[in-house]
């Protein structure tokens, strides 16, 4: 293709990019400056004309409506892959675009079923490296394996480094994730690899502000389910407070769990007497621990309660007890892909983190600061 014909062509994802966050702009709902924020810093400052010329953005099948969804945003379209799988169930993978010399960005959550995800992730990094990519960077909205990040006991293995040696070992040169199971994960990759960890805590702070009329944010406290997410929480609380919100209270629940996913004791540090609560956490697995936080918050006077967790894996009979427990909302983002019973359900609602990594992916290439 000639200079003239890219020029063209880019020039085209230009003006379509253009289009699409105009037309986005007419039909979603902005009810506060805070709100406005999360989109106009992709919708307002387009990539500049070389992105379109010098990117190539592709997705496995973990999460394919997230990929679409921010290639939307970044007004350009989805590079042609076939990620499928032979007859025997190995990983068949061929790329259907030229991406030699590119920037390539891989979206691939290692979510369930975690092993397929991770090894299509695996090798369409090495698929891109001998292909001759330029800088190969993956996204993971989802890191599989960040809750077994050091050892607990003898004789197990530390999974969450050994991903990351996986994927150094594969090529990559910069992985971007989304509120990763604990900050120590970003070490377990060389200096050699960058690691983005990307908060959505501006997705779940936009919609207790949008709910206001609902949710008391006079009266508030934000709880975090157990010691490690106590930072979490902490933030959550200073983001509310400079919205203008000073009555905002912190607390945290111990727990004791007797093994993985099941938590036999629970202690909760703090006061929630008389006031809405708000349980910020990582993610919500079996929702075992969730729905017991909700009952002791619930035992110690607290009024309304609703959680925000990143990553709603809802595995087991989460669904089961989210439906049985007193909790008034569970708000997760779609970092992983919706269930067909999460459809069902009236408690739990899902938000996008698309703008925020578009975002990253424009900031990345243009050398900004994320």
């Known amino acids: 293709m000639c200079i003239r014909d890219r020029t063209k062509t880019a020039l085209v994802a230009s003006f379509a990019y253009a289009t699409t966050r ?4 007419k039909t979603e709902k902005q009810d506060h400056e805070f709100g406005r924020k999360l989109s106009d810093q992709v919708r307002n400052r387009p990539p500049a004309i ?11 099948n973990s999460n394919l409506p997230l990929a679409q969804e921010i290639c939307e ?7 042609k892959i076939s990620v499928g799988r032979f007859s025997d169930g190995e990983v068949n993978i061929q790329i259907q675009a030229n991406v030699r010399g590119k920037d390539i960005f891989i979206i691939q959550s290692t979510c369930n079923p975690v092993i397929e995800n991770l090894v299509e992730l695996l090798l369409m990094v090495s698929t891109m490296k001998r292909a001759s990519a330029g800088k190969i960077n993956v996204i993971i909205p989802y890191y599989g394996y960040s809750r077994q990040d050091r050892k607990v006991a003898p004789r197990v293995p530390i999974s969450a480094a050994d991903v990351a040696r ?3 070992v594969m090529g990559v040169d910069r992985v971007i994730a989304v509120d990763l199971h604990c900050g120590q994960i970003q ?4 200096p050699r690899v960058p690691v983005d960890n990307l908060e959505a805590n501006m997705a779940g702070l936009t919609y207790l502000l949008d709910h206001k009329d609902k949710i008391d944010l006079n009266n508030l406290a934000i709880v975090s389910p157990d010691a490690g997410g106590v930072a979490r929480a902490k933030k959550f609380q200073d983001m509310l407070k400079n919205q203008g919100y000073n009555n905002i209270s912190l607390a945290m629940i111990i727990k004791h769990r007797g093994k993985a996913s099941q938590v036999d004791s629970m202690h909760l540090v703090g006061s929630v007497e008389n006031q809405d609560v708000v349980i910020v956490d990582d993610m919500v697995d079996t929702a075992g621990t969730l729905c017991k936080a909700v009952e002791e918050l619930k035992n110690n006077g607290a009024k309304n309660i609703y959680a925000f967790a990143t ?6 009979n989460a669904f089961e007890r989210i439906q049985k427990s007193s909790i008034e909302k569970i708000v997760v983002t779609n970092t992983i892909p919706i269930r067909d019973q999460e459809e069902k359900s009236e408690k739990i609602v899902r938000l996008s983190v698309a703008p925020i ?11 900004e600061s994320i």
């Open 187 to 190: 070490g377990f990759f060389g």
């Open 22 to 25: 105009f037309n986005l702009l």
């Open 73 to 79: 945003y970044l007004g350009t379209s989805l590079g």
């Open 311 to 316: 990553h709603g894996l809802f595995s087991g």
């Open 50 to 60: 070389e992105f379109y010329q010098n990117v190539s953005i592709f997705s496995g």
């Open 357 to 367: 990594l578009a975002e990253a992916i424009r900031r990345i290439q243009e050398k």
């Open 166 to 168: 996986l994927l150094e």
